[in-house]
C-alpha cells in the first residue's frame, strides 16, 4: 500500500474533519472561502484540476471526460466575472456519469434548485443564475496560474465537509503527515477523558497540557501515547 493510500484510508476510517486535519498540518491547507451545498456531506479523496478561464467553460467539458472515479474535481477559474462556472448538467456528468466524488468549485455555480434537490456534494464560493459562454477562450491559461493551482491542489487529498475543504498538498504525502494525523487523533482522545472523565477545564487541559504531569490517571490506552505526545507536532 502506498502512503498515499495509507493516509487516505487513516481519514476515512477515522473521519477526520477539516478542523482535525489543518491541526494535524499547522493550521494550514484551507481552501478559502469554499463552503458546502449540504453541510451533511462528508468527502475525502485524491484531486485532479481543471482549469475555465475567460468568462466560458469551453475547456472543461473536455477536461471532464479525463476525471476517473472517486477523483475529486476542483474547478478553478482565471479571469472569469461574477457569473456561474457550471451548472446542473455539467454537475451530473462529472459526478454520476465519470463517477466523480465531489465537486470543488473556485468559484460560483447555477441550477442550485436542482443542484440541491439531487444533493450532489459540492463546495463553491457562492451561486448565480447567470451562466458562463461555451465557446472557445481568446486567449491561451497562463502557465504560471496552472502551474500554482497544480501545485497547491493537483494530486492532494481533499478532505471536504461542513466547515470546508482542506487539501494536503501531494508533496506533504510522506510518513510525517501520517504521523501527524495520528497524533491529532491521540490527542483529541487524551482531552476528551480529561473534559468528560477527569472534569478538567479546558485551560488545564489545552494550556497547560496537565495530561503531561499526571499520567497516572489516565488508562494504559490512552498512557501509551504520551510520549509521542511530548514530542509534539514535528515542524514542516
Known amino acids: 500500500m502506498s502512503i498515499r493510500e495509507e493516509i487516505l ?24 472561502n469554499v463552503l458546502p451545498f449540504n453541510n ?6 485524491s484531486i485532479r484540476v481543471c482549469f ?4 466560458t467553460n469551453y475547456n472543461v467539458h ?27 448538467l455539467m454537475t451530473k456528468y462529472a459526478l454520476t456519469y465519470q463517477q466523480g466524488k465531489a465537486l470543488v468549485v473556485l468559484g460560483k455555480v447555477r441550477d442550485v434548485s436542482n443542484l440541491y434537490k439531487d444533493k450532489y456534494p459540492i463546495w463553491t464560493r457562492g451561486y448565480t443564475p447567470i451562466g458562463c459562454k461555451n465557446t472557445k ?27 470546508g475543504v482542506v487539501v494536503i498538498p501531494s508533496v506533504h504525502l ?17 482531552w476528551n477523558y480529561s473534559l ?7 485551560k488545564k487541559i489545552v494550556s497547560d497540557k496537565q495530561y503531561l504531569k499526571e ?5 494504559e490506552e490512552l498512557n501509551k501515547y504520551f510520549n509521542a505526545l511530548k514530542d509534539g507536532f514535528n515542524k514542516r
Not at 473536455?62 to 475529486?72: A, M, S, T
Open 174 to 190: 510522506d510518513e510525517n503527515t501520517l504521523k501527524r494525523l495520528h497524533l491529532i487523533e491521540m490527542q483529541e482522545d487524551i
Open 62 to 88: 473536455k477536461q471532464f471526460r479525463d476525471i476517473e472515479k472517486g477523483e475529486i474535481i476542483f474547478v478553478c477559474p482565471y479571469k472569469f466575472d461574477d457569473i456561474a462556472v457550471l451548472g446542473e
Open 52 to 55: 475555465a478561464w475567460d468568462n
Open 137 to 163: 477562450e481568446s486567449f491561451d491559461l497562463p502557465v504560471t496560474f496552472q502551474q500554482e493551482m497544480i501545485k497547491n491542489f493537483d494530486g492532494g487529498i481533499a478532505v471536504c465537509d461542513a466547515a
Open 196 to 202: 468528560n472523565t477527569l472534569g478538567w477545564d479546558t
Open 215 to 219: 499520567r497516572e490517571l489516565f488508562p
Open 40 to 45: 451533511e456531506d462528508y468527502k475525502v479523496g
Open 9 to 32: 484510508n487513516y481519514i476515512v476510517k477515522n473521519k477526520l474533519s477539516t478542523t482535525e486535519v489543518a491541526d494535524a498540518m499547522g493550521k494550514t491547507g484551507l481552501v478559502q
